[in-house]
């Protein structure tokens, strides 16, 4: 059995290893890149590398759930990794504000709040699959990638106020489908 490229999504979802290995020796550069850039200005040690087995344990137990093509399972992983680093980063700022509060959650709380984090996230990839391919990609580069608006518009060939505007009249698009809940610039 050969893991590549066009079947290691088959085999991650089959539940076999050889696949997590590949998505370690493939995407964790990536995964660490998105955990450095939200928890490294915190400067703590242990954090970031829990963060990234939890990514991955998150991966693993989560692939059944994932839909889509190997470009797909990259936006996908950057999802997770974003969205488990901002719990990280969260979770440091607690305990830096707070640090008589020791809040110790139970397994079930653990489980119950990892679903509804999931159902969360394939909630906006399905939003943001919504939107025209050139918008899919401006909100990837500007909310996923942290890329500010005159690195999108320098790549994409557009100008600033172009993507300001396609951002704009998207992030009203996706609060009208998340039934008017407000959307932060910084998703």
């Not at 893991?3 to 539940?15: R, S, T, V």
């Not at 994932?66 to 997770?80: E, L, M, S, Y």
């Not at 580069?141 to 500010?148: N, P, V």
């Not at 790549?155 to 008017?180: C, F, P, V, W």
């Amino acid at each position: 059995m050969k893991i590549d490229e066009q079947n290691f999504i088959k085999y991650l979802q089959a539940g076999k290893e050889h696949a997590l290995d590949y998505v370690i020796d493939h995407y964790l550069p990536l995964i660490k890149g998105v955990v450095l850039k939200i928890l490294g200005p915190l400067d703590i040690n242990e954090s970031p590398k829990e963060c990234c087995n939890d990514i991955l344990l998150s991966i693993w137990k989560n692939a059944k759930k994932f839909h889509g093509d190997a470009a797909d399972f990259k936006k996908w992983v950057c999802v997770i990794a974003k969205y488990k680093a901002i719990d990280y980063y969260r979770m440091e700022m607690k305990k830096k504000e707070s640090p008589s509060l020791n809040i110790e959650l139970t397994l079930a709380e653990s489980i119950m709040y990892e679903n509804s984090f999931l159902e969360e996230q394939e909630e906006i990839q399905v939003i943001i699959s919504s939107l025209k391919p050139v918008d899919q990609k401006i909100f990837i580069m500007r909310y996923l990638l942290d890329f500010d608006t005159e690195e999108i518009a320098r790549q994409l060939e557009m100008t600033k106020s172009a993507i300001d505007n396609r951002l704009y009249h998207g992030r009203k698009k996706l609060k009208k489908d998340l039934g008017g809940m407000p959307i932060e610039k910084s998703v």
